[in-house]
């Protein structure tokens, strides 16, 4: 498993790393303490609810952590004039003509209800290199496939606000 990572992801994975070692875990420990001291655990709601969030909790620490010291650090930066990562692109879609805009992200970032769409996925891979102009076949599987038009490329700035997608 080698994810690849930017230098903003990682450090956006140790960020939250740290906030769960220090506040969620400190409160899922309160939160089990708090529902045992309730009686019966057999039939305690609260116990079991409260014992499955920190569990969640912690697998995300290890999730996170194997991330980490996994991945394949990659550079986001691109050509001024080339789609690249953190780039925003508009593409027209010639099979339905339609016109969209995509952020190209990191898998882990990849979420395509936001437009975040991961450089690993076929339109994501397919974009990458290419000009404002270029006419760029997508090919989904080796029996289907689709053609796009970059239309115009954005440097986006990376304020940090979008999200680590959880699994």
Partial sequence: MHNELTKKDIERMEEEIEYRKLVVRKEALEDVKSARAHGDLSENFEYHAAKKFKNQNESRIRYLEKMIKTAVIVSDESAEDEVGLDNTVEVYFEEDKTT???????????????????????????????????????????DFGYYVVVRSIENTVDDGTDKLRSF
């Fill in 100 to 142: 969209e805009k995509y952020r190209l992200v990191t898998t882990v970032r990849g979420n395509s209800l936001e437009g975040l769409i991961s450089t690993e996925s076929p339109l994501g891979k397919a974009l990458l290199g290419h000009k404002a102009g270029d006419r760029v076949y997508v090919e989904v599987n080796k």
